[in-house]
């Protein structure tokens, strides 16, 4: 194995206070001892440990810029790897929202050898296993680390499956493929005997690699913690990722190595296409327009090296499509398994597909193998019953579930949302999709729905597919499976609800905020808000507005962002268009945009209050100000009262 059998950390420990000026100290060299009860920062996110911006870089140039967004603004560039810190601990929740390895490997290339902290999110977590970042829940590590102990290597594959401690122990998921392939490593199958399976558990059987060389296919079972490769049936990137995937797929197998199966491989140009609207000028003058530029171009050179479809800029400007709303326009099916870098790859779970994110190194071994590896997550049940009540999303749906406590508190980290009954049976495709999409805001592996007759008839009409077809293809749980827990909601029971600033899981309902959260800015955008189903919700407010001689408020801001050209014809073939432009909304092409701080309707400082459509609010995700997450109702309605305000202030007997 690449690593020895044991570690020992020789340089300093950055223990991430909530004090801010415990946490300035350690940087100008005080250094702090071990003590259990002090407060450390909870939920830090990859959008603060590589902000937006610095994922314009995909070199060890990262490791200058590791936490430089993390809130209290005490990183500066260079700031952890000039500190000599092998160690960093922080508390619950490390690595949540997006899926950017950028985070993990800014980390590693600023000398950091060790990431320990309460609870470490799935995708972080195996990113940080691929590039050989070590890390550990075990806080009775740092008394032993202090006094200068070799810590074994056990201590950091305890729990883990067969195949995720052979990576570690290999120092990394290359080093470990070139051993398995070289026949030195070979992972066991699992032997799980036949059982009563979930929908998610049934496709990773049926996709299990037996035998890389002689790609056969399946195992009679399979059960949580079982980890194997799976083969993959669709695998996509966007131009964050795919330059640094391209490199390390270039480091790992070869100059000349080719993608297999291009024909399954998609890349996206759709985060990045607006992002000269908005770049300051400080920004500006450090060259990072260039490089995130360039960011584009060499995705480009990639896809047509290998014969790859390219999703680009559309001609009449913005992006073909967010690679999201695209996979289930143009690419997933029922019962596939779907691999994207971007967490939120896990909405096309609506039509009823395993569909996950993940990191770069993954993606790039996944070109090369099809395969991904997989511990095959618990699953979580969730029965909706009844229907929503006028005014009533699938946002707020999913923001009550959030607010929880089986996420508050990180119970749902790497599980499955198995979303049932016929209260999700009743919602449209785009409002399952919501469901699905945000599963992942609380650390979840990926969302899933059985496809119902919505599902059948939107692959028959958009995709031309029969309904035998697709039929064939729906793959239905067990009645009897094992699942953690299940959870029944009525769905006529939810409020309209909000997400207060700062993480997700903050859903409280409306009535609780108060009435005067006065807004700057109102964004209907993203791969959550930016559907058919939510131009359908927009101009329904909009155009009562209207009616009773209501446009945007004074000072207010408001924007609507199409997710894909096809959403956009949607809307304008329904006269939504013109109803935004009456209404004083700036309308924006299909892209990412200010959903990850790089288009119109992001905040410009922190004294900006938002109430938007996307899926997570996490500090500095969506620039510096405040973010109330919210129905596409309810950010409407918001737009024309200039407060963040229900849809009935506006729709109330209309």
């Known amino acids: 194995m690449a690593r020895p059998d044991r ?17 300035k100290g350690q940087l100008a060299g005080q250094d702090l001892p071990f003590d259990a009860g002090r407060a450390l920062v909870d939920n830090i996110s990859t959008d603060e440990i590589t902000p937006g911006w610095v994922c314009f870089y995909y070199d060890e140039t990262l490791g200058e810029f590791s936490l430089v967004g993390l809130r209290g603004g005490a990183f500066e560039r ?38 320990i902290a309460e609870s470490i999110e799935k995708i972080y977590g195996q990113n940080a296993q691929n590039i050989g970042l070590l890390t550990s829940t075990d806080f009775g590590l740092l008394p032993r680390i202090e006094a200068g102990e070799e810590i074994p290597i056990e201590e950091f594959t305890r729990g883990l499956d067969p195949i995720s401690a052979d990576v570690v122990r290999a120092g990394g998921l290359f080093a470990y493929n070139r051993m398995r392939m070289a026949g030195e490593i070979r992972p066991r199958l699992p032997e799980t005997q036949p059982r009563p399976m979930t929908m998610v558990e049934k496709i990773i059987a049926a996709h299990a690699v037996v035998d890389a060389k002689a790609g056969t296919l399946g195992v009679p079972a399979v059960a949580p913690g079982d980890a194997l490769f799976v083969r993959t049936d669709v695998r996509f990137s966007h131009e964050y990722v795919t330059p640094m995937a391209d490199s390390l797929f270039r480091q790992g ?4 190595a080719a993608v297999s199966e291009p024909a399954s491989v998609f890349t996206f140009r759709d985060h990045l296409t607006f992002l000269g609207d908005v770049m300051d000028e400080k920004k500006r003058a450090m060259g990072l327009l260039g490089h995130a530029d360039g960011l584009a171009v060499t995705q480009e050179k990639f896809s047509q090296r290998h014969g790859l ?6 001609p009449s400007g913005g992006s073909e499509a967010i690679c999201h709303n695209a996979v289930i326009e143009d690419l997933a099916l029922p019962g596939q398994i779907v691999t994207g870098t971007d967490s939120h790859t896990c909405m096309a779970g609506a039509l009823g597909c395993f569909a996950f994110g993940v990191g770069s190194t993954d993606m790039a071994n996944a070109w090369f193998t099809r395969d991904v590896r997989v511990r095959v997550p618990e699953s979580v049940r969730f029965v909706l019953t009844g229907r929503l009540r006028p005014g009533v999303a699938a946002k707020d749906v999913m923001l009550f579930i959030l607010s929880q406590p089986f996420f508050r508190t990180s119970k749902g980290i790497g599980k499955v949302l198995e979303f049932a009954g016929e209260g999700v049976a009743s919602l449209p495709l785009d409002e399952q999709a919501t469901l699905t999409n945000m599963a992942v805001e609380a650390g979840g592996f990926t969302g899933i729905i059985e496809p119902s007759d919505v599902v059948v008839e939107y692959l028959r ?15 239905r749980s067990d009645p009897d499976a094992e699942y953690l827990e299940t959870f029944e909601y009525d769905l006529g029971a939810i409020p309209v609800m909000v997400a207060t600033p700062g993480d997700p899981r903050n859903g409280v309902p409306l009535t609780e905020i108060g009435a005067d959260v006065k807004i700057d800015i109102a964004y209907g955008g993203s791969c959550t808000g930016g559907k058919k189903a939510d131009m359908d ?29 096809h959403i956009r014809r949607y809307a304008e073939e329904r006269g ?6 009456q209404a004083g909304v700036s309308l924006i ?36 100000g405040q973010v109330y997450l919210a129905s596409p109702l309810t950010v409407a309605a918001s737009a024309l009262a200039g407060r963040v305000v229900g849809p009935d202030e506006i729709l109330a007997g209309a």
Do not use: H
């Open 589 to 624: 092409q299909p892209s990412c945009g200010a959903c990850i701080n790089a288009g119109p309707g992001a905040s410009a400082g922190p004294s900006d209050v938002s109430v938007s459509a996307i899926n997570r609010n996490f500090p500095g995700r969506s620039g510096p």
């Open 78 to 115: 260079g700031s952890l790897k000039s500190g000599g810190f092998d160690v960093v601990v922080s508390g619950k929740s490390k690595g949540c929202g997006s899926s950017r390895e950028t985070a993990p490997y800014s980390e590693l290339t600023a000398g950091v050898k060790l990431v």
């Open 7 to 23: 570690i020992r950390f020789s340089g300093r420990i950055l223990y991430l206070t909530e004090d801010l000026d415990l946490l």
């Open 461 to 475: 009409t958009m995709r031309g597919l029969s309904e035998d077809a697709v039929r064939a293809r729906i793959v």
């Open 537 to 565: 919700m927009y101009a329904e407010v909009f155009r009562e507005g209207l009616a009773r001689g209501l446009r945007v408020a004074e000072g207010v801001r408001c924007y609507i962002q199409f997710g894909s050209q």
């Open 576 to 581: 939504y268009v013109e109803i935004f432009e």
């Open 309 to 314: 479809k390219l999703y680009g800029e559309a």
């Open 253 to 256: 197998f070869g100059e000349s």
